[in-house]
């Protein structure tokens, strides 16, 4: 409430930071905490844990890396409309440094270059485990899981394209027949859910009873609903199902190669500067919304072709903009402009970004 960010974590560059849109919070952070998620689900198995954890991992953890995962910022801010070296006499973090949030191999600190790329195997270790009649879903992704249950083999698969699909398939084979239970994940985010067809009101899990046999399918499937949620200072964000939306900006990247401590960066582990290259002063016109399905590329959290994007009616409004970041909350909220449509792709796809927002009075 206090120090919170639209992506699910807590403002933190190496302080609790406020709410502001443009404050940072280290990557490092990002990663500690779902691993601390996927713990207290080991732990609880209450599934307020794996909320949060997917909400993480689909937003914030890919949005502090580069698409090719080459590069990571130490600081990741909600409304960054800049990456560039900061005036020494205007750094927006607490206590980090004006290069913080550029795209590097060892920006600031070299404790997120060690230690961010744990984020996604403990997040896969993390999607099924063991519970005491039998195995439980705790976070949805393509996973293949081989386990034992009283001494009988049991394979697990998940196919799904989830978070940006609408749901997932589960395949269970057991060596024989066997009595145990699965429990599905059912987000809390999603508007209904429907297991083989028929749908269920649970949230959060649905345990299956029984005695499984041979080869299995339960198909479960979501509808998501595409939400304005209001955040601090009367801004607000698009949120559908567990992924956050920003604006799409044009960036025009500028390398720089050097040396430091004896470490060369050079191409493609160099630090980048990032500008904007179209607009991003705008605020929502109105609450409609289209919803537009793509494909799934070699890139999952690519802004050159996101999976799934939104496409919002904005105005231009006189935000402002000082010291290489836009301000806390626009200068003005009256529009300047007229009411036009921009495509708003996943939060975890983006470098540059818009994603808090106020809502424009037109009349």
Known sequence: RDHGMAAGHFTGDECLSGNSPVQGSELCSVVESMYSYENLISITGDPYWSDLLEKLAFNALPAATSADMWTHQYDQMTNQVEVSYLPEDHVVFRTNSRESHLFGLEPNFGCCTANFNQGWPKFALSTVMKSETGFAITAIAPVTVNAMHNGVKVRIQIETDYPFGNGYRVSVITEKPLEMSLELRIPSVVKKAYVDGNETQCRGGLKLNGVWEKAKQIYVEFEYETKFVKRPNELFCIERGMLLYSLFIDEKWVAHEYQRDGVERKYPYCDYEIFAGSKWNYGFANRKVEVVEGTIGDYVFSNECPP????????????????????????????????????????????????????????
């Open 308 to 363: 799934i994007q939104i496409l919002a009616n904005v105005v231009e409004i006189d935000w402002g903009f000082e010291h290489g970041i836009c301000l806390k909350q626009p200068k003005s909220r009256s529009p300047i402009g007229s009411v036009i449509k921009k495509r708003f792709i996943p939060y975890g796809c983006t470098d540059l970004r818009i994603t808090e927002l106020p809502m424009v009075n037109e009349e």
